[in-house]
Every structure is written in C-alpha cells, then in structure tokens.
T-cell receptor, first 112, second 116 residues
Framework: GDSVTQMEGPVTLSEEAFLTINCTYTATGYPSLFWYVQYPGEGLQLLLKATKADDKGSNKGFEATYRKETTSFHLEKGSVQVSDSAVYFCALFSGGYQKVTFGTGTKLQVIP | KAGVTQTPRYLIKTRGQQVTLSCSPISGHRSVSWYQQTPGQGLQFLFEYFSETQRNKGNFPGRFSGRQFSNSRSEMNVSTLELGDSALYLC???????????????FGPGTRLTVL
C-alpha cells in the first residue's frame, strides 16, 4: 500500500538557517505530493503541492521538487524564521476516492 | 471564500457516551473526508463522503460512523466512547468533480475531543 516516510523530529534551527525536511514515498502509479503545515492548536494548511515528476511546488519561501527516480519530495527553505515553527506533514494522493496518506509529521522549532 | 468550519472546537465527554461532530465544507466542495489525529498514531483516515455516499473507509471500528447531507455538510458520530478516542478530529473538503483525481484537500481547524 501507499506510505510516506518523513525524517524524525524535532528539528531545531536558528533563525535564518537553511531547512531541509526529508520525505520519501511508496505508491502505485503517479501520485500527487503535498506538504501541509500545522501551527499549534490549528488544523492543517496546504503549504505546496506537485502533481507530476520534476514539478516544483513553492510557497512562502518553501520549495519541494517531485523526484520520481528517488521517490522523494524533500521540503526546503533557504532562511527560516521563528514564525515557521510548526509541524510539517508530507502527504500523497495516488488515486482512490480522496484518501490521502500522510507521513508522521516533523516538528520544526526555530529559535531566535 | 470561507474555509472549512468545524463545530464544536472542543468537547469533553465521559466513557460510554456518544458524540456528534459537524463539518461544513468550502462552498462548492462536494467531497468531505474525516481524519483522527493523535500523538501516537498520527493522522489516520476515517472515511470520505461524496454526494451523500460514503466512498472510502479507513480501519476504524463500527462505533465510528458518518453521514453527509444534500448541502455537503457532514457529521461524524462516535458511539460508546473510549478513552482512546481522545484526539483531534479533522475534516477536509475538496472540489472533486466526482472522478478520481488529484484535487487538493483543505482542512478545518479540527474538533478536540477529550474522553474522561
């Protein structure tokens, strides 16, 4: 079945540091890939997505490239801010009726 | 455009009781999915509804049920509550046309259920 593997957290970075959160997946066919962010006490917000190989999703300085050859969708940001502190979820949708498979989430803490 | 709304935001119940949670999708969205989020299990898919029909279901006991109304609003019900049902219950809507596709899910803020 489909699965998503994310790097274990928490990840602690200083402000303005470079961020990478690794995500790899197993899926049949050609899934769409997503990154969601969850701030404390809130639901999940879509951060970015990519729907086919080599697509790059980007939003708010975050980027992720759909790599089919390595089945990866790593999240990157060049310079993190304290306000980026949250839990980040990698997810995929490979068909089927709206069943999205989520990774376990990676907590990011950015310190001033 | 208003986002996905969920009510209530917080609930406290005791074991053995039942509870009903409500979700109003984004206007025009016809698919509603429910997820349970716990620290130990992460995000787990409960079920998905489209046009009042349940199309997909996760691996949860029959105590967990749901329905969708003609205006796409959805409710989920948990009967005979157990301590382990304490969780954040998230609802997501998407604008699928009804065909399997890649439409994005948009989440509500969740309902925090505590079972004592």
């Amino acid at each position: 079945g489909d699965s998503v593997t994310q790097m274990e957290g928490p990840v602690t970075l200083s402000e303005e540091a470079f961020l990478t959160i690794n995500c790899t997946y197993t899926a049949t066919g050609y899934p769409s890939l997503f990154w969601y962010v969850q701030y404390p006490g809130e639901g999940l917000q879509l951060l970015l997505k990519a729907t086919k190989a080599d697509d790059k999703g980007s939003n708010k300085g975050f980027e992720a490239t759909y790599r089919k050859e390595t089945t990866s969708f790593h999240l990157e940001k060049g310079s993190v801010q304290v306000s980026d502190s949250a839990v980040y979820f990698c997810a995929l949708f490979s068909g089927g009726y709206q069943k999205v498979t989520f990774g376990t989430g990676t907590k990011l803490q950015v310190i001033p | 455009k208003a986002g996905v709304t969920q009510t209530p935001r917080y609930l406290i119940k005791t074991r053995g009781q039942q509870v009903t949670l409500s979700c109003s999708p984004i206007s025009g969205h016809r698919s509603v999915s429910w997820y349970q989020q716990t620290p130990g299990q992460g995000l787990q898919f409960l079920f998905e509804y489209f046009s009042e029909t349940q199309r997909n279901k996760g691996n949860f006991p029959g105590r967990f049920s749901g329905r969708q109304f003609s205006n796409s609003r959805s409710e989920m019900n948990v009967s005979t509550l157990e301590l382990g049902d304490s969780a954040l219950y998230l609802c997501a809507s998407s604008g699928t046309s009804g065909v399997q596709g890649t439409d994005t899910q948009y989440f509500g803020p969740g309902t925090r259920l505590t079972v004592l």
